[in-house]
């Protein structure tokens, strides 16, 4: 099991998995129409594009040249809903997927190998679907400060949400992850920075059987304003907004955030 911090060819500092477990890692989105995801998102967030090795129908976003996420023009042809789905780094693949169905989760594909790593994609007991990912993370401190992403899980319970993932991902262990408990959410933090937040409603509430459990992406922009007035203009819609964040809807209908900052 690799651990630490390489070299590329290229110069590039690479990660392993092992290193940074229990970490969001990586965003991914199904897509429709690749054209016109990559209109949206190019006004919207100012990515730029690259082809990705999986093939054709898949693309990956640079912001000023930092891979930051990948698209996958499947969703028509594997029947699956259009959505941003958060990864997260584990140390082993096959004992993480052997954890999620332990504890009541399921898997919905995978592990499949890759030519860098491992990745599965499954979904939590309430039905929140995750990825995970085994393997090397290029360019890792260029994705953090480049993305740069946080991920918030809309849930029924956030306790037994955090135990659930704790369990799985390792948060319950020593490693490169903070878990604390403040005010009505759950919120992790690797090296200061919060990467992930967990939230149900008020503490002192039952749980909503309502909340159809599912985990948002947010993208910490300069200008919320602006990314909301682009996504109009480009044929998205604007949920809700105010000073500091606002909830996006792209073309093919994929939610996800922008936020003025992490702590938002």
Do not use: K
Request: charged share 20%; net charge negative; with cysteine.
């Amino acid at each position: 099991m690799e651990h630490g911090t390489t070299r590329s060819s290229t110069g590039t500092d690479v990660v392993y998995t092992g290193s940074v477990f229990g970490a969001p890692c990586w965003v991914s989105l199904t897509s429709r129409d690749l054209d016109a995801t990559q209109r949206f998102y190019s006004a919207v967030l100012g990515w730029r594009w690259r082809p990705a090795r999986l093939g054709d129908r898949f693309l990956t976003a640079l912001a000023n040249g930092i891979p930051v996420a990948g698209v996958a023009g499947m969703a028509t042809v594997w029947h699956m809903p259009v959505a941003w789905t958060p990864y997260f780094a584990v140390e082993d693949a096959d004992e993480t997927v052997a954890r999620v169905r332990e504890r009541g989760g399921t898997v919905a594909v995978g592990p499949l190998s890759f030519a860098p790593g491992r990745a599965a994609l499954l979904a939590d007991r309430d039905g929140a679907i995750f990825g995970i990912w085994q393997g090397r993370l290029v360019a890792w401190e260029a994705w953090r400060q480049a993305a740069p992403v946080f991920v918030t899980l809309h849930t029924r319970d956030a306790l037994d949400a955090a135990i659930f993932y704790g369990e799985v991902l390792g948060w319950d262990r020593s490693g490169c992850c903070e878990v604390e408990y403040e005010g009505e959410e759950v919120v992790l933090r690797t090296q200061g920075s919060v990467v992930a937040r967990i939230e149900s409603g008020a503490v002192d509430t039952a749980p909503d059987r309502s909340v159809r459990p599912h985990w948002q992406v947010h993208f910490v922009v300069a200008d919320v304003s602006g990314c909301a007035r682009a996504a109009r203009e480009h044929g998205g819609d604007v949920l809700a907004e105010c000073e500091h964040e606002a909830a996006l809807r792209d073309p093919d209908g994929a939610l996800f955030m922008v936020s003025s900052s992490r702590d938002h």
